[in-house]
T-cell receptor, first 118, second 116 residues
């Protein structure tokens, strides 16, 4: 079974600086998606960035970028120029790429709580 | 509506009481998922619908949990004879396509269920 591990329960960063959140996963599949979701106190999960496993190029979305190491099964999130609004829980998630089957549920890590200091 | 809507946002139930949680997905979305998020944990999959068909219910923790989506739009998650371990946030997500088709799942704000 696939698993997702986030080894940092809490992280802290100074406003305007850069922080990296770690994520590792375990799968025997070769084709899948990886995601980072942000969950503010409102509880709504918001997609931050997505990576397709067959793409070697790391995904980038404005101040957010990933370091995807497929062989190492590592998928870290880098947040540049951190802002106060970035403070939230961040979840790494895995999705098996499945054609026509019923399995399509996201598998989440336990999350990392990010604090941003002014 | 513009997003996934869940109601109620908060529910307090006495142990043994039945509860029903509602999810209004984004109009036209094919896929609908329910997740359970215990305090301090990541969401865990409960069940999946493709239109009105419940294609996967492998995550439902017991036969006290039941979900339906009779017309392929609104979904209800029902928990019978609630227990304290059922206390959690229940998240609903919808997606315009089938799983694995490179689409984003849009989440609601969840229902926080507290069983006392």
């Amino acid at each position: 079974a696939q698993t997702v591990t986030q080894s940092q329960p809490e992280m802290s960063v100074q406003e305007a600086e850069t922080v990296t959140l770690s994520c590792t996963y375990d799968t025997s599949e070769s084709d899948y998606y990886l995601f980072w979701y942000k969950q503010p106190p409102s509880r709504q999960m918001i997609l931050v960035i997505r990576q397709e496993a067959y793409k070697q190029q790391n995904a980038t979305e404005n101040r957010f970028s990933v370091n995807f190491q497929k062989a190492a099964k590592s998928f870290s999130l880098k947040i540049s120029d951190s802002q106060l609004g970035d403070a939230a829980m961040y979840f790494c998630a895995y999705l098996e790429r499945n054609y026509g089957g019923s399995q399509g549920n996201l598998i989440f890590g336990k999350g990392t709580k990010l604090s941003v200091k002014p | 509506g513009a997003g996934v809507s869940q109601s109620p946002r908060y529910k307090v139930a006495k142990r043994g009481q039945d509860v029903a949680l509602r999810c209004d997905p984004i109009s036209g979305h094919v896929s609908l998922f329910w997740y359970q998020q215990a305090l301090g944990q990541g969401p865990e999959f409960l069940t999946y619908f493709q239109n009105e068909a419940q294609l996967d219910k492998s995550g439902l923790p017991s036969d006290r949990f039941f979900a339906e989506r009779p017309e392929g739009s609104v979904s209800t998650l029902k928990i019978q004879r609630t227990q304290q371990e059922d206390s959690a946030v229940y998240l609903c997500a919808s997606s315009p396509e089938k799983p694995g088709h490179n689409t984003e799942a849009f989440f609601g704000q969840g229902t926080r269920l507290t069983v006392v």
